[in-house]
Structure formats: structure tokens, C-alpha cells
């Protein structure tokens, strides 16, 4: 057995959900392996496959550990925005297993936008193709990704010289779905204004209100009154109200009876605080775009419907009509009205251009009534111009998405998209995301063999292979255990297409074998550089190699002719976010040599958020009360922010996400050795 002169419990054995045999348990008598337990298990597989019955496309890599011993603070993700199943888009990173969201379903000759949900998801380093259509949207996936098309589904490239070829989009090709989603607001002071004055002046009462006293006397109340069916219009309004200081209660308005729903309403009657409303909800002067938006989300809440053909406003009032056309027109909106007979002047203000144009009106307003925003059943066809205008690759590798959904598809700004099939997580194994996944490693100790045997097999058509997409394969006790030469001469033999993730140098002691992988298929390698500040650094990666020494192994790399590339991720405001210690990371990365580098904002996902937040408690109180402002809206900081930390790295006239300030331009990879009419298939 391994380095039995330095474990205690080596006859300790327990068994782990998903493996026949029971593993024996490891503790190791070294400084930074204290506390710790290695779980040593033979794997039955150590190519990540899709089961049977999901009936999904196959996705590859191999994880030697499972769990990380480097103990980082955070994990790195994209922003693909993904239509979600309240009609809202969120990045593909933000989604958790049992989200709902749109996919697709076949009804006869038509398909149909119908609710799934997230089954799994994962990230691999894969090379990355930018599709652009005449629309101005642009697509990043992996060159096997699959759009559907108005001729089928195709990918996104066609197989390398010498293959069987595939279906692959070309010039001729328009994609299907809804067009590319819209920028979804922020809740500024000037947006809950807006909200306000739709929602209360569309369908509220507020102001002096007289009425009769017994024996003919008469008196003057005042009430600020929004009564609607549906209660998130109205929780969103009084929190609105309370934000600025109108405290509301609420009540039954209208009980149900026969077909109509029971009414609640929100209420005050202290004069002072109707006042208030009333200075709330006044028409301004000159309006600011997030007024508008929050306007035209209230008062489609208050007065608004849709259809699968139409989006309407009504009301009565000429004031609020042509309040509700102006801000429309001014977010680009075309509008027709349809005037009734009604003697009351009733009118409704149509948003005109189908699916696209009504998704590009919720997403820019935000109304709150998640049923008016449903698209559930509606065909789906494309209203927008989702002509393919270009098919080209970035030239480096980036970390992409997969994930599998309920209908086999998903929504991805604003196209249907293919989805493949994603991993299980440390979870599966009945640990946690915080010190379990720090101290509870599991070492799969016959990976070698294992995948030796796999990629041997006549069923194996040499698909990418990626590592270190979960856990770290160079955390420190590879230099123990010794797994991944023996993983790397295995893919060697296959002459398997291959890639590495890592924040450790020690990947350089198989630097001869990535040179072979090279030779003959294609290898490429990405090192994680967060920051190059000692305190940061140990605050936030404390038992990871130095920073400096990552960018060491980069030089090497590329010395080796081997396509290297930077992550500087996450990037955490108030943390490594200066721009003097990013230009700094960018340019000592630029003199390595690396292919590429990129910039991505720190994202906090269940249970990392809570792990985040407690270090910032005990480490930063400085900084909590700005991460909570930055994060109280979910896993993601705001756009605005996002593009700030991008743009630290990128620089204004960059490849999106990305610098490349002298750097090589990394050669095409190597086909896989084999070919087969339906390839597995890998996304984002």
C-alpha cells in the first residue's frame, strides 16, 4: 500500500454511495495533509458517461479526486443567459439542479416552448468558436455544441479533414428561438418610482377621499389603495413603498366569488404617508430610462395582458396612455393602438414585432406577475434575424457549460440549444460543498489502468478528454499519488485529444508527456492566477502554489510549444480588483507567453455563498456589507459590475473576455484519431 511509514488508520474502511467495493481511508502525517481523509476506491469507470436511460449526448473527462485540498473560496463559471420558466434570464452559472426553465417539445409537425427543468451541469476547457448573426448576437461554444436550425439541428463546426463529415451551420443557416435576450434593470430609487407610479396610478386609488357621516355630516379620509389578483405586484409595491418610508398593511378586497379570483390590496390611511405616495408617484420632469422601465413594468402589471399574439396596455385615462406610449417608444418599442367603442375611451397600446419583441419587453421592465410572462405552448418560430453572419474560432481554449434538461434542450440567448449530460458533484457522495470538500478527498487510485482499458475499447471514437473541469487533478497529493502520468501516457497511446485546468506547477514534472500528447493529437493547459498580492493570495487560495510560480510554469509550457493560457479568476471587488495588480497579472502572463487571458467576476453559488460569507465575517468585515449589496439579487453581481472586473482584463478594444497583447496564436488542435456518424457531444 502507498506510504504506509506515514498513515495512521490504514485498516479503516467505509463505504461511499455509487462504489461496490468499500474504500480504505488515508491520513497522512504531513503538514498539509493534517485533518484530512483520502478515500482510496477503484472505479469502475474513470470516463464520466452519461447513464443509459437519459438518452443524452455523451460528454468526457476524467477526475482522478474528487474534492480539493487547495481550500480556494470560490469557483469559476460563465454568463450565458438562459430564459428562465418566470420568463426571466439568469447565466447559465446561477443554475441549480431543479431550476425551472423553457426547453422545447415536438407537437406533431411543430415544436412548442414548454417548462423543464435543470437535471445536472458541469464545465469543461474546450477551444472556443464565437458564432455571430446578422442580429448582432453572439454565440461562444464549443466547435461539437448543436444549434437548432431552420433545416435541423446542426453543430457548430464540421468534423476535422478526413471524417465523416456532419451537419454544421453555414451562411445559409437561420437559427430558431426567440432573438437575444435584453439587459434585465436594476432596482434604482428611479425604477421603484416608475414601478410605483404605474402600479398605483394604473389600477390604485390614492389621495383625499369624502364620504357621508351619520346624521349628514361629511368627512375626509385619505387612502392610498393598489388592489390586484396576484400578490407579487403587490409585495413588490409595498416593499417598494417601505423603501421609502410608507409603511402598508394588507387585506382581502375582494373576496371570491362564482369565476372571480379574491382580491387583496395594500392600504394606508395616515395623511402624511399618502402624501408621500402622492410625491412618489408624480409624472417627472424628464424621465431617465430607469423610470421607464419601471414604469412600463407597473403599469403592466396594474392594466396589462398577453397572448401568443399580443402584448397589451389598457386603460382609460389619456394622461397614463400616452405616459405608457412615450416611455415604450422611447426603449425602441413599435406601438399600435386599438380604440374601443367604449364611452369611457377605453384603449389598448399593442407592442408590436411577436415573441422577440414581447420577451425584449419584459426583460428590459421586469413586471413582477410571473403568469403574464409565460410563453408556455407558443410555437416556436423566429421573429428576429438570427441569420448566421460568421462561424470563427477565438483561438484558445475557454471554460465552457454543459448541462442536461427534462426536454434535451434549453434557451440560450434567445436560440434553442442542444444540451449534453453533466456529472454528479461531491454532494452525491453524502458530503458537503464547504470543509468536505476540503478534507473528504476521494483517490480513484486505478484511474490509469482504468482509462487505459476505456480508450481501448472499438466503442471509443477519441472525443476531447478533459481534466481538472471539477477538482483540481495537481492539488498536492498528486505528488503522492502519482495518478496522472499514468493518465497522460494512456491518452498518449490513444493519441487522445486532451486538456488540463490547474492552479499548480506540478503539472511541469509531466511536461515530457504533454510534449508526446502534443505530437500527436492536440494538448492544451490553463493555469488559474487570481492574484499575485501575498495577502490575497494566502487569504483567499491558502493551500495553493504561489501565484508567481504559476506564471513560471506558463513560460515553460509555451516553451514546450504547448497552447497555455490565464485565468485570472474570480476577480473580487475590493480584493484583487485594482487595476494595477491586474495589468500587472496581464503583463508578466503577456512576457510568459501565454495564448491567452482571461478575466472572470467572482460568482457565489449555494453553499460556496455561505462559505464566502462567513470568511468575509471573520477575515473582511470591511467588505460585507459591499458584498452584500454586490450579491443580494442572487450568485451574480450586477452586469454593471461584471463588466467593470472584464473590462480590467480585456481593455476597451479586446477580444470580449479576454487580451491577447502578444501573444502567439495557438495552432488549430489535432483531429481525433477516429470518426463516427453521431459524435458525443459537448456544450458551452
Not at 380604440?339 to 419587453?361: D, K, V
Not at 488542435?669 to 459524435?679: F, V
Request: aromatic share 8%; with cysteine; charged share 25%.
Amino acid at each position: 500500500m502507498r506510504w504506509e511509514n506515514l498513515t495512521v488508520d490504514e485498516d479503516e474502511r467505509t463505504r461511499l454511495p455509487g462504489y461496490g467495493e468499500a474504500a480504505v481511508v488515508r491520513r497522512f502525517e504531513a503538514p498539509e495533509a493534517l485533518q484530512t481523509r483520502f478515500y482510496e476506491v477503484r472505479a469502475k469507470s474513470i470516463l464520466n458517461r452519461v447513464p443509459e436511460a437519459s438518452r443524452m449526448p455523451f460528454r468526457w473527462t476524467v477526475n482522478p479526486y474528487r474534492g480539493c485540498s487547495h481550500a480556494c473560496l470560490y469557483c469559476e463559471w460563465g454568463e450565458t443567459p438562459i430564459l428562465m420558466a418566470d420568463g426571466r434570464h439568469k447565466p447559465i452559472a446561477e443554475l441549480e439542479v431543479g431550476n425551472e426553465m423553457y426547453g422545447t417539445v415536438r407537437d406533431g409537425l411543430y415544436r412548442r416552448y414548454t417548462r423543464t427543468t435543470v437535471l445536472d451541469k458541469w464545465i469543461v476547457t474546450k477551444p472556443a468558436y464565437r458564432v455571430t448573426l446578422e442580429d448582432g448576437t453572439e454565440l461562444v461554444a464549443s466547435g461539437d455544441h448543436r444549434y437548432l436550425t431552420d433545416r435541423g439541428w446542426k453543430h457548430v463546426v464540421n468534423t476535422a479533414h478526413g471524417q465523416a463529415e456532419r451537419a454544421h451551420l453555414t451562411l445559409n443557416n437561420r437559427l430558431m428561438g426567440t432573438g437575444a435576450f435584453a439587459a434585465q434593470p436594476a432596482e434604482s430609487s428611479a425604477y421603484r418610482r416608475g414601478y410605483l407610479t404605474g402600479m398605483i396610478r394604473g389600477d390604485g386609488h390614492f389621495g383625499p377621499y369624502i364620504h357621508q357621516r351619520p346624521g349628514n355630516g361629511r368627512a375626509v379620509a385619505h387612502k392610498s389603495r393598489p388592489a390586484l389578483v396576484d400578490l407579487e405586484a403587490l409585495r413588490r409595491a409595498r416593499r417598494y413603498l417601505l423603501a421609502d418610508g410608507v409603511a402598508t398593511g394588507e387585506r382581502v378586497f375582494q373576496r371570491a366569488v362564482g369565476a372571480h379570483h379574491e382580491m387583496m390590496a395594500i392600504a394606508t390611511g395616515a395623511r402624511s404617508l399618502v402624501d408621500r405616495v402622492d410625491d412618489l408617484t408624480v409624472w417627472p420632469v424628464l424621465p431617465t430610462l430607469d423610470w421607464c422601465r419601471g414604469f412600463l413594468a407597473g403599469i403592466f402589471d396594474a392594466e396589462g395582458s398577453r397572448s401568443a399574439f399580443a402584448l397589451r396596455i389598457a386603460n382609460t385615462d389619456p394622461e397614463i396612455l400616452a405616459w405608457t406610449e412615450a416611455c415604450s417608444r422611447r426603449l425602441g418599442f413599435d406601438v399600435g393602438h386599438d380604440r374601443t367603442a367604449n364611452p369611457n375611451g377605453l384603449t389598448y397600446l399593442r407592442i408590436r414585432g411577436g415573441l422577440s419583441e414581447h420577451l425584449r419587453f419584459f426583460h428590459l421592465t421586469d413586471p413582477a406577475i410571473t403568469r403574464k410572462r409565460s410563453i408556455e405552448g407558443q410555437m416556436v418560430k423566429t421573429f428576429a434575424n438570427l441569420r448566421v453572419a460568421s462561424v470563427e474560432p477565438l483561438g484558445h481554449s475557454m471554460p465552457l457549460y454543459d448541462i442536461t434538461t427534462g426536454t434535451g434542450d434549453f434557451i440560450a440567448n434567445g436560440v434553442v440549444s442542444h444540451n449534453c449530460f453533466a456529472r454528479p458533484t461531491h454532494r452525491y457522495l453524502d458530503f458537503d460543498a464547504g470543509r468536505d470538500f476540503e478534507r473528504e478527498i476521494v483517490v480513484k487510485v486505478n484511474a490509469p489502468e482504468r482509462l487505459r482499458v476505456e480508450l481501448a475499447k472499438p466503442s471509443w471514437q477519441g472525443e476531447h478528454v478533459a481534466l481538472g473541469t471539477n477538482t483540481d487533478p495537481y492539488q498536492w497529493v498528486e505528488g503522492r499519488y502519482r495518478l496522472m502520468p499514468g493518465i497522460w501516457e494512456a491518452l498518449r497511446d490513444a493519441a487522445n485529444p486532451c486538456s488540463v485546468l490547474t492552479k499548480s506547477p506540478l503539472l511541469l514534472r509531466d511536461l515530457d508527456l504533454m510534449r508526446e500528447i502534443n505530437e500527436r493529437a492536440s494538448f492544451s493547459a490553463a493555469l488559474s492566477v487570481p492574484t499575485l498580492e501575498e495577502k490575497a493570495w494566502r487569504a483567499t487560495e491558502p493551500h495553493t502554489p504561489h501565484p508567481r510560480a504559476r506564471l513560471e510554469a506558463i513560460a515553460e509550457l509555451k516553451r514546450a510549444g504547448i497552447e497555455t493560457g490565464v485565468l485570472i479568476a474570480p476577480l473580487m471587488p475590493g480584493i484583487n480588483d485594482s487595476p494595477e495588480q491586474v495589468a500587472r497579472i496581464v503583463e508578466l502572463a503577456t512576457e510568459a507567453g501565454a495564448s491567452f487571458v482571461s478575466g472572470i467576476a467572482l460568482h457565489l453559488r449555494g453553499e460556496v455563498r455561505e462559505l464566502f460569507f462567513a470568511w468575509l465575517t471573520e477575515q473582511r468585515p470591511d467588505l460585507l456589507e459591499r458584498y452584500q449589496d454586490l450579491y443580494h439579487r442572487g450568485a451574480y453581481a450586477p452586469i454593471a459590475e461584471r463588466r467593470r472586473l472584464a473590462g480590467l482584463v480585456a481593455g476597451p478594444d479586446a477580444e470580449p473576455a479576454s487580451r491577447m497583447r502578444g501573444a502567439s496564436r495557438p495552432r488549430a488542435p489535432a483531429p481525433p484519431p477516429a470518426a463516427r456518424r453521431d459524435p458525443q457531444q459537448r456544450l458551452f
